[in-house]
């Protein structure tokens, strides 16, 4: 059965940082590209960054700098380290497989002094 479990979302302060995980079952992502997109209320879901089999990667321009995405194969995990976090991050953050469409649940990200 496929699944994608998001954890590592919460409450943060501007500046501060947060390091998301998602770990999927049923299929091995080191064949796939995976993705972690996000929606804030009121908004289209945006692709934020976007790993591929290869390793290389790509991010949308507002988090470039500042946001990292990565995998460990072993584990079957993927990872969003966000950095000196904005208010304007605040989000649900989902965990994508972009060759098949799968979606995780989604984990709340909340930026707020």
């Known amino acids: 059965q496929v699944q994608l479990v998001e954890s590592g979302g919460g409450l943060v302060q501007p500046g501060g940082s947060l390091r998301l995980s998602c770990t999927a079952s049923?299929?091995?992502?080191?064949?796939?590209?995976m993705a972690w997109y996000r929606q804030a209320p009121g908004k289209q879901r945006q692709l934020v960054a976007r790993?591929?089999?290869?390793?290389?990667?790509n991010y949308e321009n507002s988090v470039k700098g500042r946001f990292t995405i990565s995998r460990n194969n072993t584990k079957n995990t993927i990872y969003l380290q966000m950095n000196s976090l904005k208010p304007e991050d605040t989000a649900v953050y989902y965990c994508?497989?972009?060759?098949?469409?799968?979606w995780g649940q989604g984990t709340q990200v909340t930026v707020s002094s």
């Open positions: 790993i591929y089999s290869d390793g290389s990667r």
């Open positions: 049923g299929f091995p992502i080191s064949f796939y590209t």
């Open positions: 994508n497989n972009f060759n098949e469409g799968y």
